[in-house]
């Protein structure tokens, strides 16, 4: 349907042939494909490798496997509307992909550390921030670039983010201090994928005033599969290590 009325606009879609488009339109066309491909990967990957882990910890497997799983539909809706429209880029299905996977990203912190009913805080303080954090950057996507509203809602959805990293160093510090080793290890790699990895987002935003909107698209692709499903493989790695070595390692209890 959307091909059709492209057609019926005029509008000529992207080729798979490298050569028939420019060549950041044809980058950018298959990290979208590489995006669908490695985020449907990841999810069956951790969808899998569920019932290899000690029972306590499947709940975070299957939330990793489902941020993948999502962001898989969402790549190939976006690979979809990118290449038929001609090359326009799919924000509002960015964004949507974003209002979901990014906090089932941010609750695997209070999953891991069993935090129980103290936990429910932290898990309410991680959600809400990260809705506004999406709902603000919309805005100011959506809006005139360099107008005052795109500034507000900018630096808005900044605070936000760093709020959010205020939630993991400082409230969850000394949580994340007092798990078991292999686990701590995993949640402090887990915490540098929000300070840093996240840090692109804000970044490429600002690649809007230049006007490098198919070169944002491109760190905005491979910053997500590292994003996500890098972050489910660490969050894998310190479940496993303690599943394996349940009966020697201690577990603190909160």
Same mark, same amino acid.
């Given at each position: 349907?959307?091909?059709?009325?492209?057609?019926?606009?005029?509008?000529?879609?992207?080729?798979?042939?490298?050569?028939?488009?420019?060549?950041?339109?044809?980058?950018?066309?298959?990290?979208?494909?590489?995006?669908?491909?490695?985020?449907?990967?990841?999810?069956?990957?951790?969808?899998?490798?569920?019932?290899?882990?000690?029972?306590?910890?499947?709940?975070?497997?299957?939330?990793?496997?489902?941020?993948?799983?999502?962001?898989?539909?969402?790549?190939?809706?976006?690979?979809?509307?990118?290449?038929?429209?001609?090359?326009?880029?799919?924000?509002? &299905? %960015?964004? @949507?992909?974003?209002?979901?996977?990014?906090?089932?990203?941010? $609750?695997? =912190?209070? +999953?891991?550390?069993?935090? *129980?009913?103290?936990?429910?805080?932290?898990?309410?303080?991680?959600?809400?921030?990260?809705?506004?954090?999406?709902?603000?950057?919309?805005?100011?996507?959506?809006?005139?670039?360099?107008?005052?509203?795109?500034?507000?809602?900018?630096?808005?959805?900044?605070?936000?983010?760093?709020?959010?990293?205020?939630?993991?160093?400082?409230?969850?510090?000394?949580?994340?201090?007092?798990?078991?080793?292999?686990?701590?290890?995993?949640?402090?790699?887990?915490?540098?994928?929000?300070?840093?990895?996240?840090?692109?987002?804000?970044?490429?935003?600002?690649?809007?005033?230049?006007?490098?909107?198919? &070169? %944002?698209? @491109?760190?905005?692709?491979?910053?997500?599969?590292?994003?996500? $499903?890098? =972050?489910? +493989?660490?969050?894998?790695? *310190?479940?496993?290590?303690?599943?394996?070595?349940?009966?020697?390692?201690?577990?603190?209890?909160?």
């Amino acid at each position: 349907m959307f091909a059709l009325l492209a057609q019926a606009a005029g509008v000529i879609p992207l080729s798979n042939d490298f050569a028939a488009n420019t060549p950041l339109q044809s980058i950018t066309l298959y990290l979208f494909f590489a995006g669908t491909v490695a985020m449907g990967a990841g999810a069956l990957y951790f969808f899998l490798l569920r019932n290899n882990v000690d029972p306590i910890y499947r709940s975070t497997m299957v939330v990793a496997g489902l941020v993948c799983a999502i962001a898989c539909f969402h790549y190939y809706k976006m690979t979809h509307v990118y290449q038929e429209s001609g090359g326009q880029f799919p924000t509002a &299905l %960015r964004y @949507i992909d974003w209002l979901f996977t990014t906090p089932l990203l941010l $609750v695997k =912190f209070p +999953l891991l550390l069993r935090m *129980g009913e103290r936990g429910t805080k932290f898990f309410v303080q991680l959600v809400l921030l990260d809705v506004v954090m999406i709902v603000t950057a919309f805005i100011a996507e959506t809006s005139p670039v360099n107008s005052e509203r795109w500034w507000t809602f900018f630096l808005v959805s900044c605070v936000c983010e760093a709020l959010i990293v205020g939630v993991l160093y400082m409230s969850l510090g000394q949580a994340i201090a007092e798990a078991p080793a292999p686990l701590a290890k995993s949640l402090e790699t887990m915490r540098l994928f929000v300070l840093i990895g996240w840090a692109i987002y804000p970044i490429g935003f600002l690649m809007a005033r230049s006007g490098y909107g198919e &070169l %944002r698209e @491109i760190f905005y692709n491979v910053a997500d599969v590292i994003n996500k $499903v890098g =972050f489910g +493989l660490v969050a894998y790695h *310190g479940i496993q290590a303690m599943s394996h070595g349940h009966s020697s390692e201690p577990k603190t209890r909160y």
